[in-house]
T-cell receptor, first 110, second 114 residues
Framework: EDQVTQSPEALRLQEGESSSLNCSYT??????LFWYRQDPGKGPEFLFT???AGEEKEKERLKATLTKKESFLHITAPKPEDSATYLC???????????FGTGTRLQVFP | DSGVTQTPKHLITATGQRVTLRCSPR?????VYWYQQSLDQGLQFLIQ???????AKGNILERFSAQQFPDLHSELNLSSLELGDSALYFC?????????????FGDGTRLSIL
């Protein structure tokens, strides 16, 4: 069964304290792995798509990496405005639907 | 702003009732997806439409149905509502259902069953 597990469930960081979020997955043929950011009361906002092991993508203070079994979202020198829930999702080769993890709730304090 | 519009933002109703949630996809997007997000679970895929035709079904209850109209907007109909149907319902759209395009989400409809 296709499955996504994210850890930790919650993460509290001081402003400037870098860290990583983990997304472990099992899927019958990976078509793509997606990272989204979700703010309270809003829908998920697309951040990155990764397609194959070894791929990396960056956007401002965020960097996403992919291996054959997991993905990491590295946050460098976070700011309070980075506080949000970060969602990981996979798309299997034979379907368009996204299978989501339950997310990591990130809080960054000044 | 993702470009995906969902109405209404909030809906409060009683058990046994029927409601309709509406979604307008981003301009040019042919695929529409519906997801349910409840407190104890992550986003769960319900159903996908592509250019007016049903493309895929997830764990959608028989009491729920959806359709996509010629102008590509979509509606999710929920009937015989139960307390457990209280959740956030999100619509997403993408350019095509056949290539690796990200799905862009609306801000959801919060459904509360009293």
């Amino acid at each position: 069964e296709d499955q996504v597990t994210q850890s930790p469930e919650a993460l509290r960081l001081q402003e400037g304290e870098s860290s990583s979020l983990n997304c472990s997955y099992t899927v019958s043929g990976l078509r793509g792995l997606f990272w989204y950011r979700q703010d309270p009361g809003k829908g998920p906002e697309f951040l990155f798509t990764l397609y194959s092991a070894g791929e990396e993508k960056e956007k401002e203070r965020l960097k996403a990496t992919l291996t054959k079994k997991e993905s990491f979202l590295h946050i460098t020198a976070p700011k309070p405005e980075d506080s949000a829930t970060y969602l990981c999702a996979v798309q299997a080769r034979d379907t368009d639907k996204l299978i989501f993890g339950t997310g990591t709730r990130l809080q960054v304090f000044p | 702003d993702s470009g995906v519009t969902q109405t209404p933002k909030h809906l409060i109703t009683a058990t046994g009732q029927r409601v309709t949630l509406r979604c307008s996809p981003r301009s040019g997007d042919l695929s529409v997806y519906w997801y349910q997000q409840s407190l104890d679970q992550g986003l769960q895929f319900l159903i996908q439409y592509y250019n007016g035709e049903e493309r895929a079904k997830g764990n959608i209850l028989e009491r729920f149905s959806a359709q996509q109209f010629p102008d590509l907007h979509s509606e999710l109909n929920l009937s015989s509502l139960e307390l457990g149907d209280s959740a956030l319902y999100f619509c997403a759209s993408s350019v095509s259902g056949t290539v690796n395009q990200p799905q862009h989400f609306g801000d959801g409809t919060r459904l509360s069953i009293l």
